[in-house]
């Protein structure tokens, strides 16, 4: 996220698929690589305040964020 964040002109749109790693990122007895790199990933996306970000839970999520 950081990378595409340093890379982006303001405006810009970055978006994220499989987000919610099939609902395992709310187990919280789920470790695996993958999903504990979505958890860092949504926080961030959630938190940055480099970010105007919305996350669409249908299927198996989406991330959106434009850069402001």
């Known amino acids: ?4 964040i340093q890379l982006a002109s ?3 749109i970055i978006v994220g698929d499989n ?3 099939r609902g395992r990122i709310n187990d ?3 470790q695996s690589p993958s999903v ?3 958890r860092e990933f949504n926080y ?8 105007d970000s919305s996350i669409l839970t249908a299927y198996d999520g989406l991330a959106i964020a434009r850069v402001k």
Do not use: C, F, H, Y
């Open 44 to 51: 961030k996306l959630a938190t940055d305040p480099r970010l």
């Open 19 to 21: 987000i919610l790693q």
């Open 36 to 38: 504990l790199a979505m």
């Open 10 to 12: 303001p405006g810009a």
């Open 28 to 30: 919280p007895e789920v």
């Open 1 to 4: 996220l950081e990378s595409a």
